[in-house]
């Protein structure tokens, strides 16, 4: 049985950016927190071509790309002052710009061969830029043709504006003053959600992805309640369409599609026969469930009929009753409760971020039919009288070939999601098993009823006179019908041909790989060596190529069972996401850890209950009085700038840097400073700029240690 909560092993993430991305640095341990993700590593400033270039061939890169940059970064050195976005790109700007962005293409697609995880984020261009009658059209062709070049890329994935101000409604992104400052050239609030998204993305490659969605139909697929209002009197508008395509794009992207509605089932048969608005039709489902059982005993019934867990389930339903059932019947689920609104619907299924598909290989396009092949098989397991006569039945082959490129996507995935048949649950990307120096075969098994297409994956190499077996795989939808017995018997044949005498297999137990434990045992009795958890088998090549397939002398195969509960999985957060976080406001305030609203420091003056608040975004800490130093809650020179360029926009006015750095850098300090500028109007703005960048890390240290003496 396949279950979907298996979390791969973590990785190193290393984020590089051509502008200082460290404001990161508190959504990512958020998430990091909150989902198990791996924490990330900053690469030097402005080193974007240099860290692709260098990738670890392990782990994650994770590039962020405002293409303005490329041509500013002259005029940020420091011998040409701060850059300007207000001074426009100019012509050699723009042809600096389109060289680099076609530098990214060569060095993204150089990364892609040997980084296994590789995250792109094209970021908004400042709105002066934008607003320019010559940059603006620019910038914005330049960002369509990178999304158009990177997006062909295998193994490279995007982030656009789609994923950040799209997704998330935010109209205020940039900070120019603070670009300015300190080239940090967005708001805290852009910062977290683009955070957000790199950490959407490295969840989807992180975690396994759940297989099938159970979705309710009246008041989620259409408006209204078909058996009262009839199947012309529901509504279906543009929201609900939109959501029947979000479905059908789960569909092709291999997601199993089943409807279980409270209702007769000749009902909602005649509303996809009647109502051609509905874009999601009959041949998109798996399954059609309508009656009046609870359904929690229906998701039982289908983990059952598709042999999956629970944990590999989504329910949909608008209902709190429904969905309070099936947490309480079936906790591996997860259940996700709609909002009762077309337009709230919508929006939470694209907060759920188990629904993301990193990558879509031909199986999964294909996987409705290939369950509906297996339906027939069901068929014909019943009809005949023994495991023997069914296996016969069927007309099996099954081919054992090196693989090829084409396949790579395909063999990761089973790695990722294969737990029954697995003899060391190894994980590993594309890119890893192309860079592993391990030969690799892929598994092909088809029948009389159509191909199963790639379904397992062996990885060897030569040891001494062994073949030795590094990786051993089968999906579970072709076991017991003897494939594991030809695959061993074709690498006991590949053995022989290379003039091997035997053939190694290394078995590494887990709670879910009991079918291949037993397997090994039996065709190779007990094994030979065992250290750190992991017991190698060994038999002859001869003894491998001569296994044969013996189904038991019964009548049949047993009928699906329920699924074996799983430990459940980690949903609450996900839930959360999907139907709380999905506003800029609560997912700053969560990210940060504070509430929504002012941060209360009792008897504080108006103002400084603004600095309060101003310091716990930039610091994500919030000062438990006025007297609290910036730099005894963790503050540096990068938020220093932060704070500034939030005084500025907010207040209007400019903190003196002899205030900013020194230890009397306090709420009370700061709001006294800001009441006796009173909202004077900006002034000697490129003098501040030019001391503020002449301050590093260390000379900040410096004047905070002299002024503490």
């Given amino acids: 049985m396949q279950t979907g909560n298996t979390v791969v092993s973590s990785f190193p993430v290393v984020v590089t950016a051509t502008f200082v991305a460290e404001s990161l640095a508190i959504p990512f341990a958020w998430w990091s927190a909150e989902l198990d993700l791996p924490e990330v590593t900053f690469a030097p400033y402005g080193q974007v071509f240099q860290q692709l270039l260098g990738a ?300 993301d598909v990193p990558t879509v290989t031909d199986d999964d396009r294909l996987r409705t039919e290939h369950y509906r092949r297996e339906r027939r098989r069901r068929e014909l397991r019943g009809s005949v009288g023994t495991v023997a006569e069914f296996v016969a039945g069927l007309g099996l082959t099954v081919t054992v070939a090196p693989a090829t490129p084409d396949q790579l996507d395909r063999l990761a995935q089973l790695t990722q999601r294969t737990n029954q048949f697995n003899l060391t649950t190894v994980r590993r990307t594309a890119a890893e098993i192309a860079a592993s120096g391990l030969d690799c075969h892929a598994v092909e098994v088809a029948d009389r009823f159509g191909a199963y297409g790639t379904v397992g994956l062996v990885l060897s190499t030569v040891d001494g006179t062994a073949l030795a077996v590094d990786t051993f795989l089968l999906s579970c939808r072709v076991l017991g019908r003897g494939v594991e017995h030809r695959v061993l018997a074709a690498l006991g044949e590949l053995a022989l041909t290379r003039g091997l005498t035997d053939v190694t297999l290394p078995v590494v137990e887990t709670a879910k790989n009991r079918p291949a434990r037993d397997f090994v045992s039996d065709v190779a009795g007990e094994p030979v060596a065992e250290a750190d958890g992991r017991r190698l088998f060994r038999l002859s090549a001869t003894t491998a190529a001569g296994v044969r397939f013996r189904p038991p002398a019964t009548a049949g195969a047993p009928a699906p069972t329920a699924p074996v509960a799983t430990a459940p999985a980690p949903w609450r957060l996900v839930e959360r996401i999907a139907t709380e976080l999905r506003d800029v406001a609560a997912l700053h305030a969560a990210v940060h850890g504070r509430p929504v609203g002012p941060v209360p420091l009792g008897s504080a003056t108006g103002t400084e209950l603004t600095v309060a608040q101003l310091w716990t975004d930039v610091l994500g800490v919030a000062p438990r009085s006025v007297h609290d130093s910036f730099f005894a809650l963790g503050g540096q020179s990068l938020q220093v700038v932060q704070f500034m360029a939030r005084v500025r926009a907010v207040l209007g006015v400019e903190l003196p840097i002899g205030l900013l750095f020194t230890p009397a850098f306090t709420v009370a300090q700061a709001a006294g400073s800001i009441d006796a500028a009173g909202g004077r109007a900006v002034s000697d703005l490129d003098g501040l700029l030019a001391e503020v960048e002449a301050l590093s890390d260390d000379e900040v240290a410096a004047l905070l240690a002299a002024e503490s003496n």
Wanted: hydrophobic residues 45%.
């Fill in 56 to 355: 670890p061939a392990a782990g994650a890169t994770v590039a962020l790309i405002r293409p303005e940059d490329w041509a500013t970064a002259a005029r940020r050195d420091p011998e040409h002052g701060a850059g300007d976005p207000a001074a426009g790109l100019g012509d050699d700007g723009r042809a600096t710009v389109t060289a680099a962005a076609d530098d990214l293409v060569a060095a993204v697609r150089t990364a892609a061969g040997t980084t296994p995880r590789l995250i792109v984020a094209l970021c908004p261009a400042s709105p002066t830029l934008l607003a320019d009658p010559v940059d603006g059209p620019f910038l914005r062709d330049t960002v369509r043709r990178l999304a158009d070049d990177l997006g062909l890329l295998a193994g490279v994935h995007l982030i656009t504006d789609a994923d950040t101000l799209d997704a998330y409604g935010l109209d205020r992104y940039a900070d120019e003053y603070a670009d300015r400052l300190g080239h940090v050239p967005y708001t805290p609030e852009f910062f977290t959600v683009l955070g957000t998204a790199v950490a959407r993305r490295l969840h989807a490659l992180h975690t396994p992805r759940p297989k099938v969605l159970v979705v309710d139909a009246d008041n989620t697929l259409w408006d209204g309640v078909v058996g009262e209002d009839g199947v012309d009197g529901i509504h279906i508008g543009p929201e609900r369409q939109a959501l029947h395509e979000l479905l059908v794009a789960q569909q092709r992207a291999g997601r199993l599609i089943c409807v279980s509605s409270k209702n007769a089932e000749a009902d909602v048969r005649a509303v996809f026969a009647g109502r051609p608005e509905l874009r999601i039709g009959l041949d998109h489902l798996t399954a059609l469930r309508a009656d009046w059982r609870p359904k929690s005993a229906t998701v039982r019934e289908l983990a059952a009929e598709l042999d999956l867990g629970l944990d590999s389930f989504v329910f949909l339903d608008d209902s709190p009753v429904e969905c309070g059932e099936m947490r309480a019947a079936c906790p591996e689920v997860l259940t996700v409760q709609l909002p009762a609104d077309a337009a709230g619907a919508l929006r939470t299924l694209r907060h759920c971020w188990p629904l």
